[in-house]
């Protein structure tokens, strides 16, 4: 199993240990392979690319098999001069998801002139991760940024049918949203970090709807219990489907051998 997002760095806005040895023992114990993370840094400093770099040199320090066990996201921001640089040497370096964080770096995803920034990411087969929020809006800092609005991802996807998009920590309405303007739309994925059992039964209603093949699995370590994403996955019987990441890692174009 691929743990589609792990986030790390210094959240600014309460104190979030990160353990590479808990993150470990928690992969081994729920039968996770590999994690796909990213530096939150990116979303905070002026060259969100310095994040990228930063995690790279913290990757090497850690023994060989334990470094292959985690896939790099790379944070962009394509209305910082020199985009198309961070982008080649991302995709250089082995990278091929990439985090967009609008909310955070200030741009619209409507905005015209990132016409290019699209072209350019679905002309190399580079997977977007949408992250919605960090925190629950109860529970939010008043420097944080608002949420990614659904509208906005709604029609970036209509527009741009190709893209390979990954939507992490939308809540279940705002999903729902996205995927019935965009049902036919193959490369599509949603974790279920800010879905909620009790009282509604949110998870089990949206897979329902959209099928075990467009769920991904997402800890959201260390800002979640790691065992909360999967006891999600339990409760909706996504973890005995055969069609589980089945379609994702097609579209990652990973192979665990």
Known sequence: MIDTLVVYGKWPFRRIEFDWI????KMDENGVEKAMLFNVNGAFYRDAHEANLELFEVLKKLPREVERRFIVMGVVNPIYPGWEHDLNFLLESGVRIVVLLPNYHGYSLKDPALSHFWRFISTHDIIVSFVAKFEDPRQRHRLDANDLLENDVIDLLRTYRNLKVILHNFGYSSSLSIYLSNPDHDHLFFDLNFFYEVPTGEPTKFVRIVG?????FSSFYPFRYYK??????????????????RKFREALKWDSK
Do not use: C, Q
Not at 22 to 25: A, I
Not at 212 to 216: A, E
């Open 212 to 216: 075990k093949d467009r769920v991904v």
């Open 22 to 25: 808990e993150l470990l023992e």
């Open 228 to 245: 909360a994403g999967i006891m999600k996955l339990i409760e909706t019987g996504i973890m005995d489907s055969r069609d589980f990441e």
